[in-house]
């Protein structure tokens, strides 16, 4: 490929990143209100107006409006453009990791749907289907690409198997609920991308994260307290991922 045409690529892999976190950041908004993610057009909080198309361009649209909804001069959420921009990073690692187009296109795609679904379990405890189906997409584009579809079929199985068994060992020690059913349904996407042999590092990652923040934030931990497991997930998936696209895994 030509270095123009490297250029062009990355530029509109960046752009898909961008638009990507966008709709990241609407689906975990959209949750929180119990609204639908695919159904409604975009408002501003505080008017309830109508975004217009033309203000719906990710990152431009936030600088030229200073911020601000054009209809009722309301200052926006810095969060819409924190998410966003967090989207095209997923495409710069995508493209900095990533060996060739198919790889960069699939990691992209697997990081967002890990985006997504990290801000809707931070902001609302919930996993929603259609991000964990599109992590189970893309854990198989991205597991094919690295170790073949069978060993990523297979550690899919194997995750999620693992994952449910372990939920139901609590329940019936406990006689309560201790896994979230979206947590399982991540493993699919998450260990079709690590293979059977990266399972073991998700779970540690994801345990080990959960204790560091637990501890940095000095918080009482009982038998009861509901833990966001998908954000730790999603951060340990993102980690195996890097480590496996570099031949550290």
Not at 45 to 55: F, K, L, M, N, R
Not at 71 to 76: S, T, V
Not at 141 to 166: C, P, Q, R, S
Request: glycine share 12%; hydrophobic share 55%.
């Amino acid at each position: 490929m030509s270095v123009p045409g490297d250029l062009i690529f990355a530029v509109w892999l960046m752009a898909l990143g961008a638009v990507g976190g966008s709709a990241m950041g609407a689906c975990a908004d959209r949750l929180k209100a119990g609204r639908s993610w695919v159904r409604g057009r975009s408002a501003c909080e505080d008017c309830a107006h109508p975004i217009a198309s033309a203000d719906l361009v990710p990152i431009v649209s936030f600088l030229r409006l200073k911020g601000q909804c054009r209809n009722c001069h309301a200052a926006l959420p810095g969060r819409l453009l924190a998410v966003e921009i967090a989207g095209v990073l997923c495409a710069v690692l995508a493209l900095v990791v990533a060996q060739g187009p198919a790889a960069q296109i699939a990691g992209t795609v697997f990081l967002l749907s890990l985006l997504g679904l990290f801000l809707c379990d931070l902001r609302t405890m919930r996993l929603p289907d259609v991000l964990t189906g599109a992590l189970a997409i893309a854990g198989l584009w991205v597991g094919a690409l690295a170790h073949g579809l069978a060993n990523a079929a297979l550690a899919a199985i194997i995750g999620v198997a693992a994952f449910y068994a372990l939920a139901a060992g609590y329940r019936f020690l406990r006689g309560r609920e201790g896994l979230g059913q979206g947590d399982i349904k991540m493993m699919a996407g998450l260990s079709a991308m690590a293979g059977p042999l990266g399972i073991p590092w998700l779970t540690l990652l994801a345990a080990l994260s959960a204790l560091i923040v637990t501890a940095v934030r000095n918080e009482p931990m009982s038998a009861t307290s509901r833990v966001p497991l998908g954000c730790y997930l999603a951060v340990a998936g993102a980690a195996v991922w890097v480590a496996t696209s570099v031949g550290l895994l």
